[in-house]
């Protein structure tokens, strides 16, 4: 039976097979590999990674999905978990975990903080997202791509954009193009903030009012005076200044 595709799960199915093939080689699954894809959909990448692999753990919301996988799929080759990829405890599954999709570009970066916080079990992340969220991403400071976004996942992740994917990949077509990004958990000893909250609070308050100079978005964490000792102007903007000064200033702030 044909599945229609449910705009408020944000479903757009991948059907080219030339774009299926060059993202399971990207991904270059292994037979013993721990892997979880989210949002399965129709099975498009679940069915080549599955040849690869002993057996694959799937994250899927929506029920007439999940029946199919479970129908063309044997239950000790692809395990299905019923749920919100948003809510889902990836902690379950293990250690050296290395997770796949195409995520819903409507909740794609609720589920990449979500991600996030798993990172210490995680060997790598594969996604595809609309590509103007990717180079969000991968932004370097000074752009304006440059943001909040970037500055979170580049503290926690090394990440490469790897290729672009038109819309007509996809039934139904989106209106915009998507992109193939890589993750890779940094190693603790590299991230560098003695507080990872306090780190996370000055982000969120540099970026609050991007336009702002950081003498007043961050008045309420950090003094204009110490700003200036750790050699960042207070007259700068939050998209002009790298990670590490970032991190910086969180320390100073918990020093």
Same mark, same amino acid.
């Given at each position: 039976?044909?599945?229609?595709?449910?705009?408020?799960?944000?479903?757009?199915?991948?059907?080219?097979?030339?774009?299926?093939?060059?993202?399971?080689?990207?991904?270059?699954?292994?037979?013993?590999?721990?892997?979880?894809?989210?949002?399965?959909?129709?099975?498009?990448?679940?069915?080549?990674?599955?040849?690869?692999?002993?057996?694959?753990?799937?994250?899927?919301?929506?029920?007439?999905?999940?029946?199919?996988?479970?129908?063309?799929?044997?239950?000790?080759?692809?395990?299905?978990?019923?749920?919100?990829?948003?809510?889902?405890?990836?902690?379950?599954?293990?250690?050296?975990?290395? !997770? *796949?999709?195409? %995520? /819903?570009?409507?909740? +794609?970066?609720?589920?990449?903080?979500?991600? $996030?916080?798993?990172?210490?079990? #995680?060997?790598?992340?594969?996604?595809?997202?609309?590509?103007?969220?990717?180079?969000?991403?991968?932004?370097?400071?000074?752009?304006?791509?440059?943001?909040?976004?970037?500055?979170?996942?580049?503290?926690?992740?090394?990440?490469?954009?790897?290729?672009?994917?038109?819309?007509?990949?996809?039934?139904?077509?989106?209106?915009?193009?998507?992109? !193939? *990004?890589?993750? %890779? /958990?940094?190693?603790? +000893?590299?991230?560098?903030?003695?507080?990872? $909250?306090?780190?996370?609070?000055? #982000?969120?308050?540099?970026?609050?009012?991007?336009?702002?100079?950081?003498?007043?978005?961050?008045?309420?964490?950090?003094?204009?005076?110490?700003?200036?000792?750790?050699?960042?102007?207070?007259?700068?903007?939050?998209?002009?200044?790298?990670?590490?000064?970032?991190?910086?200033?969180?320390?100073?702030?918990?020093?």
């Amino acid at each position: 039976m044909k599945h229609i595709p449910r705009k408020r799960f944000g479903q757009n199915f991948l059907v080219s097979a030339d774009v299926i093939a060059n993202i399971v080689d990207a991904i270059h699954p292994q037979r013993g590999d721990l892997m979880v894809e989210i949002g399965p959909g129709l099975a498009a990448l679940t069915a080549p990674l599955l040849a690869r692999l002993d057996c694959l753990h799937v994250v899927e919301i929506d029920r007439d999905l999940i029946a199919r996988l479970r129908n063309n799929f044997p239950s000790e080759r692809l395990i299905v978990h019923e749920g919100d990829a948003l809510k889902f405890d990836f902690a379950l599954l293990g250690t050296r975990l290395r !997770i *796949v999709g195409n %995520l /819903p570009y409507n909740i +794609s970066t609720p589920i990449l903080f979500h991600l $996030a916080d798993y990172a210490t079990q #995680v060997r790598d992340m594969h996604f595809m997202l609309q590509r103007e969220v990717v180079d969000r991403m991968v932004a370097a400071p000074g752009g304006a791509e440059y943001g909040r976004l970037s500055v979170m996942l580049q503290y926690r992740f090394d990440m490469e954009r790897l290729f672009l994917v038109p819309p007509d990949a996809f039934n139904p077509a989106p209106k915009v193009e998507s992109a !193939i *990004v890589r993750m %890779l /958990p940094r190693p603790l +000893s590299a991230l560098g903030a003695r507080d990872a $909250a306090v780190f996370y609070q000055v #982000v969120a308050a540099a970026f609050s009012q991007r336009r702002k100079m950081l003498r007043n978005t961050l008045r309420e964490v950090i003094a204009e005076a110490a700003l200036t000792e750790l050699g960042i102007a207070p007259t700068q903007r939050a998209e002009e200044i790298s990670v590490e000064d970032y991190v910086r200033i969180a320390n100073c702030c918990t020093a």
